[in-house]
């Protein structure tokens, strides 16, 4: 099968990341993953949420915010001035989930990291390209805390990152771009650690139910790439 962009079915699309994009905020990061472009920044703030607080839990938190811009899009797409979609709920609590897998909350102490992304371009994997370039800005936030002394060096748990993979004619492909996901018969977002752990695991068969195999080999790929991510994203860091 010839992919849209001339990519092999195992080949991830050209990804950039720029940390410290942005200047304000303790951490930033913009990522471009193909045609989709995610600034992600990091803003951490003195306490933890009320709810954490009445219970008494210790350590602090991490939070994500997710939103496409109005003309990140084909066609606008309207701010969500009357409350969140769906959608937006349920991809912000995906990066929130995934980037909380990256750090222990308990050696965080009592503050609330939250990770916002907006999605300046899209053309597919949004949600996965925003988690890989959350951590990078969420580890620059606290790399400044840990040079400070204001929190333990051992804060940071393996680096995490993700990508999609999707059936399209039949043949399983990393790394979906927008037209493939539209066509896509399987579409899954996978988020792994370095230590080669599944954190998550999103799928859905959009016809047709899909075999084991069709999902081992998924994995495989999904794999395949996130391990490539690993190394870009230890080079932006560094």
Request: hydrophobic letters at 40%; charged letters at 25%; one cysteine or more.
């Amino acid at each position: 099968m010839e992919r849209v962009d001339g990519r092999r079915p195992d080949q991830i699309r050209q990804v950039t990341l720029s940390p410290g994009y942005v200047v304000f905020p303790e951490g930033s990061a913009l990522i471009a993953v193909g045609g989709t472009k995610v600034l992600c920044n990091v803003t951490v703030e003195e306490g933890v949420p009320r709810w954490k607080e009445s219970q008494g839990l210790p350590g602090g938190w991490v939070t994500g915010e997710y939103a496409l811009l109005p003309r990140s899009t084909h066609v606008r797409t309207a701010r969500e001035t009357r409350g969140l979609r769906g959608r937006t709920q349920e991809i912000k609590r995906l990066i929130g989930r995934s980037l909380r897998a990256s750090v222990d909350l308990e050696k965080l102490g009592k503050r609330t990291c939250i990770i916002d992304c907006d999605v300046i371009q899209a053309d597919g994997g949004t949600r996965t390209a925003a988690i890989t370039g959350g951590y990078i800005a969420l580890k620059m936030a606290l790399q400044t805390f840990v040079e400070a002394g204001e929190v333990a060096p051992d804060v940071f748990k393996p680096p995490v990152a993700a990508i999609s993979v999707g059936v399209v004619e039949g043949v399983p492909l990393l790394d979906l771009c927008y037209s493939e996901d539209v066509a896509a018969e399987v579409d899954v977002n996978v988020v792994m650690n370095a230590r080669g752990e599944f954190i998550e695991v999103q799928g859905t068969a959009e016809g047709d139910p899909f075999s084991r195999s069709t999902m081992d080999a998924m994995l495989d790929l999904a794999e395949k790439g996130i391990e490539e991510l690993f190394v870009i994203q230890r080079a932006a860091f560094e």
